[in-house]
Structures are given as structure tokens and as C-alpha cells.
């Protein structure tokens, strides 16, 4: 398979960072950030998690060591241990992971390993505190990088949603309709905090991912008459404007200005509310991109995810999850060419299990998920052969206060099941 460590070796002037090339470890001591990658430009709260400095020897050990490491620690610890990974970590991990998929997958993962002491999720931070959420008592989640947050996940904090409800509050009241619906449900996306998926459960609320937000939407359409969903405007957008929601009726809410910039007609005249963030991989497809794939490979099928902005997803053949696409792929009995608007180690990784088809990324530069990449091969090692000397590292624990509200919505989304 092609590693995205192969393509930055041979084409760097291909990479949106050159950084790309160096060890996750050399950004752990440094100033909070992101890391390279396409979110590397993202503002990152203060306060966000930091990862201490990975132990030399897992620095300076071959990547064959390392995986023989893996192996052994997990052959020592047996069904002790599960390893939870996501669709877009990088191929040196995927080989480890008993479960592979997209964050809908791993929600339902996590809670079909009752028998685990541990469960070692190669994912990011909020990933993580789901699957503690859901985990058995006695279960402790781990996260190999404490450093792998999510940007999008970080543009919807606690406070500015707090404040936000209490602003729509005051303005449309808080007394159902005569049907019975409310006048607002809050919809978090799955990547947001534990913290905002508690708010959710408080709140009547429900948690989505891409793979069953029309579902989520029309549960929450059913017990309200409109919706606020954060973190992310453009799987929001998308999914009401395929629903037949007018986009004059999906107001933008800027947390940084009154009434999220918006007057209260429009706020009043609103089936939908969108957050004001975004993804920055998906962000980086365009139209433009699109039509160069048509222009070069006549009978291209283009697949691109929901968190793509709307003209991209207006101009593509298909749009849908991670899963989604992967099926798509999957499903294509003659060969065909595919150009994918998604993170650049799925697109590889399907490029290599499919040679049958010509399989290539929309964004020609490689600008992987910036916090997935801080997970490493050194980092899980580090974290295994530490389960076999007894010590559990870089635990994720979320707080009852937060886990019991928070559970609540996600059973929600658990039962929301996606389309067929």
C-alpha cells in the first residue's frame, strides 16, 4: 500500500507542508497546534490537550520494529485489548486495528467489546471520549496522541453554544406548538466535545454523524419546529437542501456577534441553524477541482463527503460517508474511474485494495487530516507494551456529570440508523 509517508519521501514539493516528513513527536514540546496537515492554519483553543514527549527509543526504532512491537504486545495482551481505527489514520496503522471504520462504526465498536480491559482508539480526541461514553464500567479508552484534537471539533465550545441557546431562547420562547414540537433541538455532529453531546442530551438534543444525519434530522423535525446543528455548516447544509430545506431557511450563526449575526425574522423564519465551522481536509475541494477530474477522464464518477462545501457536492455525482464511499467503490462491478473528494489516506488505501479501478483524490496536493497524522506506529507501541507492564497511559475519562447526559445522546444516534 501507499503510505502518505511515501508520497511526501518521493514528491514533496506535492505536500501542503514539508513538515509532513518529520516524526508527530517533533511537535509534541512545541507550541499548541494543530500539526501539518491541512488544518495546520486552524486556530487551536488554549487549553487544548498536549501530548508529552514520546520516549526516545520509540523515536529513533525502525518502522519493522515498531510493527513487530505492536504485534507482540497485542499477542501478549490478547482480548485484553482492542484496537479501534479510523478510516483516515495512516496505513502503518490500520494493519493493527481489530476494527476499522468511520465514526458511526467505532460508536457501535465500542460497545461490542465488553470482554476488553482496554480499548485503544487510533482516532482523534473526540472520538475517544465517545467511545469512553459508551465503553463498559471498568473499561479505560486510550488515546495514543492526547495531541490528535479536532479543529472543526474545536469551533463549537461549551460556553458559545450555552450562550447561543440562551439568545434563541429569549427569542422563541421555550413553550412547544400546538402539535407538540419545540421550538428548537440542538444537533451536535459526532465530531464535537463530550462536553457538547451532554448539551445535547440535556437539551432534547440528539448526536449525528455523516452516515445518518438525514435520519437525525428528520427525528429531530418530528419533536421541533427548527434545528441548531453544530459544529460543522456543511454537512448541516447539505443534508437539509437534499431534504428540501431552502437555503433561506438555513441562517449562518457566528458565535462572535448578536443573535449569531442574523436579525430576528430570520432567525424566526429558520428551519435549520447552522454553526459557523467546518472541516479543513474537505474544505479544500472546489469546483474547479472537479471539472479538471471530468476534463482529463471523460466518464469519471465523482464521490465526495458531505462535509464538502455545497457547490462541490452540487457538482459531484455522488456525496456521502466515509462508509458510503468505500461501498461505492466496492460495489462498481466494471472497472471505472473514480475521483474522490475525501481524506488523502482513505482515497489511498482504496486505490490499493481496488486496483481494478483508477482511483485518484480531487486535491492533487497531499494535505492529509492534520490530527489524525499525530497518530504514529511510535505511539502505539508506547501505549501496548505499557498495557503489558500493567500501566495504562494517556487515559481519556469523561466526567459523569457529562458522560450520563451525553450517553443519552448518542442511544439516540445509535438508533437513528443510517439510510440504506
Given at each position: 500500500?501507499?503510505?502518505?509517508?511515501?508520497?511526501?519521501?518521493?514528491?514533496?514539493?506535492?505536500?501542503?507542508?514539508?513538515?509532513?516528513?518529520?516524526?508527530?513527536?517533533?511537535?509534541?514540546?512545541?507550541?499548541?497546534?494543530?500539526?501539518?496537515?491541512?488544518?495546520?492554519?486552524?486556530?487551536?483553543?488554549?487549553?487544548?490537550?498536549?501530548?508529552?514527549?514520546?520516549?526516545?527509543?520509540?523515536?529513533?526504532?525502525?518502522?519493522?520494529?515498531?510493527?513487530?512491537?505492536?504485534?507482540?504486545?497485542?499477542?501478549?495482551?490478547?482480548?485484553?485489548?482492542?484496537?479501534?481505527?479510523?478510516?483516515?489514520?495512516?496505513?502503518?496503522?490500520?494493519?493493527?486495528?481489530?476494527?476499522?471504520?468511520?465514526?458511526?462504526?467505532?460508536?457501535?465498536?465500542?460497545?461490542?467489546?465488553?470482554?476488553?480491559?482496554?480499548?485503544?482508539?487510533?482516532?482523534?480526541?473526540?472520538?475517544?471520549?465517545?467511545?469512553?461514553?459508551?465503553?463498559?464500567?471498568?473499561?479505560?479508552?486510550?488515546?495514543?496522541?492526547?495531541?490528535?484534537?479536532?479543529?472543526?471539533?474545536?469551533?463549537?465550545?461549551?460556553?458559545?453554544?450555552?450562550?447561543?441557546?440562551?439568545?434563541?431562547?429569549?427569542?422563541?420562547?421555550?413553550?412547544?406548538?400546538?402539535?407538540?414540537?419545540?421550538?428548537?433541538?440542538?444537533?451536535?455532529?459526532?465530531?464535537?466535545?463530550?462536553?457538547?453531546?451532554?448539551?445535547?442530551?440535556?437539551?432534547?438534543?440528539?448526536?449525528?454523524?455523516?452516515?445518518?444525519?438525514?435520519?437525525?434530522?428528520?427525528?429531530?423535525?418530528?419533536?421541533?419546529?427548527?434545528?441548531?446543528?453544530?459544529?460543522?455548516?456543511?454537512?448541516?447544509?447539505?443534508?437539509?437542501?437534499?431534504m428540501g430545506v431552502p437555503l433561506e431557511q438555513m441562517p449562518m450563526w457566528n458565535?462572535?456577534?448578536?443573535?449569531?449575526?442574523?436579525?430576528?425574522?430570520?432567525?424566526?423564519?429558520?428551519?435549520?441553524?447552522?454553526?459557523?465551522?467546518?472541516?479543513?481536509?474537505?474544505?479544500?475541494?472546489?469546483v474547479d477541482q472537479i471539472e479538471k477530474a471530468r476534463a482529463e477522464h471523460p466518464?469519471?464518477?465523482?464521490?465526495?463527503?458531505?462535509?464538502?462545501?455545497?457547490?462541490?457536492?452540487?457538482?459531484?455525482?455522488?456525496?456521502?460517508?466515509?462508509?458510503?464511499?468505500?461501498?461505492?467503490?466496492?460495489?462498481?462491478?466494471?472497472?471505472?474511474?473514480?475521483?474522490?473528494?475525501?481524506?488523502?489516506?482513505?482515497?489511498?488505501?482504496?486505490?490499493?485494495?481496488?486496483?481494478?479501478?483508477?482511483?485518484?483524490?480531487?486535491?492533487?496536493?497531499?494535505?492529509?487530516?492534520?490530527?489524525?497524522?499525530?497518530?504514529?506506529?511510535?505511539?502505539?507501541?508506547?501505549?501496548?507494551?505499557?498495557?503489558?507492564?500493567?500501566?495504562?497511559?494517556?487515559?481519556?475519562?469523561?466526567?459523569?456529570?457529562v458522560a450520563e447526559p451525553a450517553r443519552v445522546a448518542l442511544e439516540r444516534m445509535?438508533?437513528?440508523?443510517?439510510?440504506?
Open positions: 500500500m501507499t503510505s502518505v509517508d511515501t508520497l511526501i519521501k518521493s514528491a514533496p514539493g506535492d505536500t501542503c507542508s514539508p513538515a509532513l516528513a518529520d516524526g508527530p513527536w517533533t511537535f509534541d514540546l512545541g507550541l499548541p497546534s494543530y500539526g501539518p496537515g491541512a488544518s495546520q492554519g486552524d486556530i487551536i483553543p488554549t487549553g487544548s490537550p498536549r501530548q508529552g514527549q514520546l520516549p526516545v527509543e520509540y523515536q529513533r526504532a525502525s518502522t519493522e520494529e515498531l510493527h513487530d512491537r505492536i504485534r507482540v504486545a497485542k499477542q501478549e495482551l490478547g482480548d485484553r485489548v482492542v484496537v479501534l481505527g479510523h478510516f483516515y489514520q495512516r496505513d502503518e496503522i490500520v494493519q493493527h486495528a481489530d476494527f476499522l471504520g468511520d465514526s458511526f462504526q467505532l460508536a457501535n465498536a465500542a460497545q461490542t467489546v465488553p470482554n476488553a480491559e482496554a480499548i485503544v482508539f487510533c482516532g482523534v480526541h473526540f472520538m475517544a471520549e465517545t467511545a469512553d461514553i459508551l465503553a463498559q464500567p471498568g473499561q479505560s479508552v486510550i488515546l495514543p496522541n492526547l495531541a490528535a484534537g479536532c479543529s472543526m471539533a474545536d469551533m463549537a465550545d461549551i460556553d458559545s453554544v450555552e450562550e447561543a441557546w440562551a439568545q434563541l431562547a429569549e427569542l422563541y420562547g421555550t413553550e412547544p406548538d400546538e402539535s407538540g414540537r419545540v421550538p428548537v433541538i440542538p444537533v451536535t455532529y459526532m465530531n464535537s466535545s463530550a462536553a457538547l453531546k451532554g448539551f445535547c442530551g440535556r437539551n432534547g438534543g440528539i448526536v449525528c454523524t455523516s452516515s445518518n444525519a438525514a435520519t437525525v434530522l428528520e427525528w429531530a423535525f418530528e419533536r421541533g419546529q427548527r434545528v441548531l446543528f453544530f459544529p460543522d455548516q456543511h454537512l448541516g447544509r447539505n443534508t437539509a437542501k437534499a458565535p462572535n456577534k448578536p443573535l449569531g449575526g442574523n436579525d430576528e425574522q430570520g432567525l424566526l423564519d429558520a428551519r435549520v441553524i447552522l454553526w459557523h465551522g467546518f472541516c479543513s481536509v474537505h474544505r479544500r475541494f472546489t466518464g469519471v464518477r465523482v464521490i465526495v463527503h458531505p462535509e464538502c462545501p455545497m457547490p462541490v457536492v452540487d457538482a459531484a455525482d455522488e456525496a456521502g460517508s466515509t462508509d458510503y464511499i468505500r461501498k461505492a467503490v466496492a460495489a462498481a462491478t466494471e472497472p471505472t474511474t473514480f475521483a474522490i473528494g475525501t481524506e488523502i489516506n482513505m482515497v489511498n488505501r482504496l486505490a490499493a485494495e481496488f486496483p481494478q479501478h483508477e482511483i485518484f483524490c480531487l486535491d492533487p496536493v497531499v494535505c492529509p487530516c492534520s490530527t489524525m497524522y499525530r497518530i504514529h506506529p511510535g505511539y502505539l507501541a508506547w501505549v501496548l507494551e505499557a498495557l503489558v507492564r500493567g500501566e495504562t497511559l494517556n487515559q481519556i475519562t469523561v466526567p459523569d456529570d445509535l438508533a437513528a440508523k443510517p439510510r440504506a
